[in-house]
């Protein structure tokens, strides 16, 4: 929600300056107007493209999440010295994430309540996927939580390359189609 406000006034403060630079230089409040509108727009394409980004982002950090629980579990640390560690030695972009997931461990106590805090906080499938598989383990018993760990990153690696593959695919004909639209015959 504060990204989201944050976002909404840099927009609208980007649009209010344009709007004064056109009054300023042209004198003119309909040519203002008109500036202003695509100023506008401007802006929320942008927010559009840079959410859009920081989400890619996020999908394609997990797997190297897994990479580092499987490196952490396997060297003889708990599944909560694991999580921890990603919050000084895991992917930049989830680190804030984990050192939250940290401090709320300390206060609390409690592994599950923390986690499940930690996956409504990150709200991505492969966030989902790995917690829920560190939650049963916690319930049930880990023995074969490395070679859980070792599927799930595979899987998120092919997933990773068909969304690539698929986007690539959807460029072309996208582009293909504005090249038609624009063909004179």
Same mark, same amino acid.
């Given at each position: 929600?504060?990204?989201?406000?944050? @976002?909404?006034?840099?927009?609208?403060? @980007?649009?209010?300056?344009? #709007?004064?630079?056109?009054?300023? !230089?042209?004198? #003119?409040?309909?040519? /203002?107007?008109?500036?202003?509108?695509?100023?506008?727009?401007?802006?929320?394409?942008?927010?559009? @493209?840079?959410?859009? %980004?920081?989400?890619?982002?996020?999908?394609?950090? !997990?797997?190297?999440?897994?990479?580092?629980?499987?490196?952490?579990?396997?060297?003889?640390?708990?599944?909560?010295?694991? $999580?921890?560690?990603?919050?000084?030695?895991?992917?930049?972009?989830?680190?804030?994430?984990?050192?939250?997931?940290?401090?709320?461990?300390? /206060?609390?106590?409690?592994?599950?309540? #923390?986690?499940?805090?930690?996956?409504? %906080?990150?709200? #991505?499938?492969?966030?989902?996927?790995?917690?829920?598989?560190?939650?049963?383990?916690?319930? $049930?018993?880990?023995?074969?939580?490395?070679?859980?760990? %070792?599927? $799930?990153?595979?899987?998120?690696?092919?997933?990773?390359? $068909? %969304?690539?593959?698929?986007?690539?695919?959807?460029? !072309?004909?996208?582009?293909? *189609?504005?090249?038609?639209? *624009? *063909?004179? !015959?």
């Amino acid at each position: 929600i504060i990204k989201g406000n944050r @976002n909404f006034l840099s927009c609208a403060l @980007n649009s209010i300056g344009v #709007s004064i630079v056109v009054l300023a !230089w042209t004198k #003119s409040m309909v040519g /203002t107007f008109a500036f202003l509108c695509f100023a506008v727009g401007l802006a929320g394409a942008s927010g559009r @493209n840079r959410g859009r %980004r920081e989400a890619v982002a996020m999908v394609q950090v !997990w797997p190297e999440v897994t990479d580092h629980l499987i490196s952490a579990i396997h060297s003889g640390l708990s599944l909560s010295d694991a $999580l921890v560690g990603l919050g000084n030695r895991g992917p930049e972009k989830v680190r804030p994430y984990f050192l939250t997931f940290h401090q709320e461990l300390l /206060t609390s106590g409690d592994f599950v309540d #923390s986690t499940q805090k930690l996956k409504e %906080r990150l709200d #991505s499938p492969g966030s989902d996927q790995i917690l829920e598989a560190i939650l049963l383990a916690k319930s $049930l018993g880990g023995s074969e939580l490395l070679q859980i760990f %070792r599927t $799930l990153g595979d899987f998120l690696r092919q997933d990773l390359a $068909l %969304r690539k593959e698929i986007e690539i695919k959807h460029g !072309w004909i996208k582009n293909s *189609a504005h090249l038609s639209s *624009a *063909a004179p !015959w």
